[in-house]
């Protein structure tokens, strides 16, 4: 696994032009539209979020290494060719993207709990951004690991939810995108739940939209809409 990796976040919806195709047009689009972003990313997934938002239909993930300068912008630029033939037929809602990278707060562990390039899927994914407040970074660093211990010990008490961290400051309009996977929501929703009450929460600005996605492999999410 490369030392930082990219992920890039495509919420997407069908259009009507799509929908006024019929089922065998529909299909052969689809098998070109993965085909194409396969040669894009190491990885591509289509996850499944209509019906758990009325506004997007599928999530687009795609990962790739990111340990050479000119690794993200060669992504963005073939993502960006690759994705424009299809504009008529898929609808960008939203996009969200980050890198990996060590913990400030817990020296030596890897950047991921998520395996993005090499990882088995579970079947939930959940996505958002998240922004800190102000004050967040104007406390003593000893302040902030003492907030961050409390957030890791309760994230330790689920360890069948996995987390990845994405950095994204400066990039995008947050500062990080918060991703986890699971296989049942029952234990994510306590986690989350549990996070609220944390000493933490109250240095958070931001962190919505939330968007949960039901894993498919990627042409099976699509023919959902063939």
Not at 118 to 137: D, I, M, S
Not at 192 to 200: A, Q, S
């Amino acid at each position: 696994m490369p030392d930082r990796t990219l992920s890039h976040f495509s919420f997407l919806r069908f259009t009507r032009a799509h929908a006024k195709l019929d089922a065998a047009t529909r299909q052969t689009l689809h098998e070109e539209f993965l085909a194409v972003l396969r040669g894009v990313a190491q990885r591509v997934e289509i996850y499944q979020v209509f019906p758990a938002r009325g506004d997007v239909d599928i999530l687009l993930w795609c990962a790739a290494g990111a340990d050479q300068p000119a690794d993200t912008a060669e992504f963005l630029t073939h993502f960006a060719r690759a994705f424009n033939p299809f504009r008529r037929h898929l609808e960008p809602v939203e996009t969200l993207f980050g890198l990996t990278r060590p913990s400030p707060y817990v020296p030596g562990k890897k950047p991921s709990g998520i395996d993005p390039l090499e990882g088995k899927r579970q079947r939930y994914l959940t996505v958002y951004p998240f922004v800190k407040t102000a004050a967040w970074y104007a406390m003593s660093r000893e302040a902030r690991q003492g907030m961050m211990n409390e957030h890791i010990k309760v994230g330790r008490e689920y360890p069948d939810v996995d987390q990845m961290l994405l950095y994204s400051f400066g990039l995008q309009d947050q500062e990080f995108v918060v991703v986890y996977e699971m296989e049942d929501l029952s234990g994510y929703l306590q986690l989350v739940n549990e996070l609220r009450g944390t000493e933490g929460r109250r240095f958070t600005q931001r962190d919505t939209p939330i968007t949960t996605a039901v894993y498919h492999p990627a042409e099976e999410t699509l023919a959902l809409w063939r």
